[in-house]
């Protein structure tokens, strides 16, 4: 059994007394809040009130919610009942030396047995992470190299209501530093199975760019096609290199993987022209510089794919990048889009950092767990 809550009282005893879950063969709950300066405090109170199960926090930068749609400051969740098995782990130093916690999670698989050479579709693996620590891809290339791409991951990067200054990931009431969080679910001892979409609002054109000059560690483009970053990527729009800033969001980069794009987003243009991202592009990679679809149509596609591969969904889990979010507000098109996802299914999630799907770190887009039958 799945079941999703909400809780939007305005005191910490108020959202904590809101959330009302059977605690009968209550196994483990995921909440979302960005109430911030409370987080701690809810994390407590909520292990302390559920201390039977296993709880894992994110502070937000806004939540999702069936019956309340988009809001603030409040709290949602899921809870997994009975049957449903999982493994927590939890990626430490993960600004340092993330690879010293890769043989804890590899001894806690296989003390399970699930350390595995192929998944099936009742499994999934869902990463936590910071969201301002840029360490995402660091922390995915040690979950990949343990489960060599054989088990869906997906994710998504902590906010903190939009404040840009810190983010947290609580485990049992308890605030991690410096830590991502692991989750694999199993699904084997039920009748329902697991599905990821992503949803992206862009759409490649045939402006295609070299990426021929970084810094990965630090997420910093310097050349395009062996020019100047922000010189060329002005210069393949057509527009006035000191306008660029208006454009970023408008088109971003995307790569190409398995006909999959995957979208990389610049944060801002230095002085030295060149861009700092919001993720990670390695050089002598081909990018396509995107545009704007209508992002209704790009739900609707998703939406019907949902309906062809399940029966029923009982459950959907939702990661939705802050920017898609603001643009969605921007073309008063949200009470819309919670409405499609409301005809498919109960969900609950939450607006983040970034986000991370079979693998890869990406932003500006919208990941969906679909549990069902």
Not at 221 to 230: C, F, G, P, R, T
Not at 325 to 354: A, Q
């Amino acid at each position: 059994m799945i079941k999703n809550f909400f809780s939007n009282e305005n005191s910490v005893e108020g959202i904590v007394e809101g959330v009302e879950l059977e605690k009968k063969d209550l196994k483990l709950i995921l909440f979302f809040t960005s109430n911030i300066e409370n987080f701690k405090e809810i994390s407590e109170k909520l292990s302390k009130k559920y201390i039977e199960s296993e709880i894992i926090g994110i502070t937000t930068a806004g939540e999702l919610h069936n019956e309340a749609g988009i809001i603030k400051r409040a709290i949602t969740g899921i809870a997994f009942y009975e049957n449903i098995d999982y493994i927590i782990s939890l990626i430490e130093d993960v600004k340092n030396l993330p690879i010293l916690s890769r043989q804890k999670i590899i001894n806690k698989f296989k003390e399970k047995k699930y350390l595995k050479s192929e998944y099936s579709n009742k499994e999934i693996g869902i990463l936590f992470n910071e969201g301002l620590s840029e360490t995402e891809e660091n922390v995915l290339s040690i979950i990949n190299s343990i489960f060599k791409n054989k088990l869906e991951i997906i994710g998504g990067s902590g906010g903190d209501n939009c404040k840009f200054e810190k983010t947290y990931l609580s485990l049992n009431g308890k605030i991690l530093e410096n830590t991502s969080i692991f989750l694999y679910l199993n699904f084997e001892k039920t009748n329902l199975k697991v599905k990821t979409y992503k949803d992206v609002m862009y759409k490649k054109t045939d402006i295609k760019t070299k990426v021929t000059k970084t810094d990965l560690d630090n997420r910093i483009i310097y050349e395009l096609d062996n020019k100047k970053a922000s010189e060329r990527y002005a210069e393949l729009l057509g527009i006035n290199e000191n306008r660029l800033n208006e454009y970023l969001q408008k088109h971003p980069l995307g790569r190409s993987i398995l006909d999959d794009i995957y979208i990389s987003t610049a944060f801002s243009i230095n002085t030295d022209k060149s861009m700092k991202m919001y993720t990670k592009i390695p050089e002598n990679i081909v990018v396509n510089i995107l545009e704007k679809k209508n992002p209704l149509d790009s739900q609707k596609h998703v939406l019907e794919n949902i309906k062809k591969d399940f029966k029923k969904v009982n459950m959907m889990f939702i990661v939705q990048c802050i920017l898609t979010e603001l643009n969605y507000r921007k073309t008063n098109i949200e009470k819309e889009f919670i409405n499609n996802l409301k005809s498919i299914s109960k969900f609950s999630g939450f607006l983040s950092y970034g986000e991370q799907y079979k693998g890869i770190h990406l932003n500006q887009s919208i990941i969906m767990l679909c549990i069902g039958e």
